[in-house]
């Protein structure tokens, strides 16, 4: 896949009572506390938990597959990838509906990335 010393980014988790405002947006880096706010609706008072002086969040909303069984997010320090691991259809899978998923994952601060998509095909069985 070519994607050489790149590593496993950590998923970062909202805290409770906090809903991603992010639908088909690509990557969004959100470098402040001002801008968090323009992307998450918290209880009043809700610390989110990003120190902005070291960290940037990346908020990236994707569209799932019927045939996708999950989604592994890497950084090689100049560019992070969206692997999305896909299955081969079998004959009775339901019929694809729009469901997305909102990726979050935190970059030092600063940090200037390109973002990039990868797709691998993991085997499977039909029942």
Known sequence: MGLGDAKPVAPWKAPAG???RVSGEGPVV???DADMAAYYTCPAGTPMGVDFK???LVLSSRMLSPAGVGTTIVDD???VT???RQRKNCPND???MPM???HAFLLPAGAARTFGDATCTIESTCN
């Open 94 to 96: 339901p019929r694809p």
């Open 18 to 20: 906090c809903t991603p």
């Open 100 to 102: 997305s998923v909102v």
């Open 54 to 56: 070291t960290h940037a």
């Open 82 to 84: 969206f692997i999305s």
């Open 77 to 79: 320090g100049a560019k």
């Open 30 to 32: 959100v470098r402040s």
